[in-house]
């Protein structure tokens, strides 16, 4: 049974499970609804073979409007209004239906500390299982093809899904490397698109050695395709980030390449 939740005063239609798992209500609890603008928003649960259980999330869009689904994975704060508003801006700009799966569970971190914390203890084997979940919920919806994009830490778990979860059509990664006891990304297949700042400083998952390793690891993939921003540290689509590296014109320019990739790789 499903009940809806009028929330004011934006008019957000929230949908939920009555018998969601006490996590989805967790969830549900810390959504700020002033700042979630006046779309149709779904508080999601789906299946996932993740030792926790099925996943919440935070569904938009509109499956008779469109049959491209991307999933956005948060960075290592957990969901914040931050990614919920990236997310409902990548659906706009590019007409998809997204869904951002919440790795954490009703969790997130609003200092390093605290994310360090969250993004150490996750269980990363388990965080693609919620990626191939978030998949077959989108595939399931209506949708016929589904990519996934993610940022720092989602970036990496996207490179992840590109080589593990058969259900994504395509990845746009933003600066993060998944480490290679998780995945292979030579053994890619599908199209990916990856996103680095060029002055990104964290050496061994994003830095500009790392992006151009990742590029020569993936140079007999086809359909790879590397951007380096100038200027550009970590998070630099990130407007409310505590490294203060956001950039809007890197970040539009950013964000228009994939949405035109994701809209070219998802027909």
Not at 16 to 28: E, T
Request: contains cysteine.
């Amino acid at each position: 049974m499903f009940f809806l939740i009028f929330v004011f005063p934006t008019p957000m239609i929230i949908v939920v499970a009555r018998s969601a798992s006490k996590g989805v209500h967790k969830f549900l609890s810390a959504l700020n609804p002033v700042l979630i603008q006046a779309q149709k928003m779904s508080v999601i649960q789906f299946k996932s073979e993740n030792a926790q259980g099925d996943c919440p999330g935070i569904l938009h869009g509109d499956v008779s409007k469109t049959k491209k689904g991307v999933i956005v994975l948060q960075e290592w704060w957990g969901i914040n209004d931050q990614i919920k508003d990236e997310a409902k801006d990548i659906g706009e700009r590019g007409n998809f239906v997204t869904l951002v799966p919440d790795l954490y569970r009703g969790k997130s971190a609003i200092d390093k500390e605290g994310a360090g914390h969250l993004m150490s203890t996750l269980d990363w084997q388990g965080a693609v299982k919620d990626i191939q979940g978030a998949a077959r919920y989108l595939l399931g919806l209506g949708c016929t093809k589904v990519g996934v994009t993610g940022f720092c830490m989602g970036g990496a778990l996207s490179l992840a899904g590109a080589a593990l979860v058969p259900e994504i059509s395509a990845a746009a990664p933003f600066y993060g490397i998944p480490s290679p006891d998780l995945c292979d990304v030579s053994t890619i297949k599908i199209p990916v698109q990856a996103h680095f700042g060029e002055k990104d400083d964290i050496k061994g998952f994003s830095s500009k050695e790392d992006a151009l390793a990742l590029k020569e690891k993936m140079k007999d993939i086809p359909n790879f395709e590397l951007f380096l921003y100038p200027d550009c540290g970590h998070a630099f689509t990130n407007k409310t980030g505590l490294l203060q590296n956001y950039n809007e014109k890197a970040c539009n320019e950013a964000l228009t390449r994939m949405t035109e990739f994701m809209n070219k790789f998802l027909a």
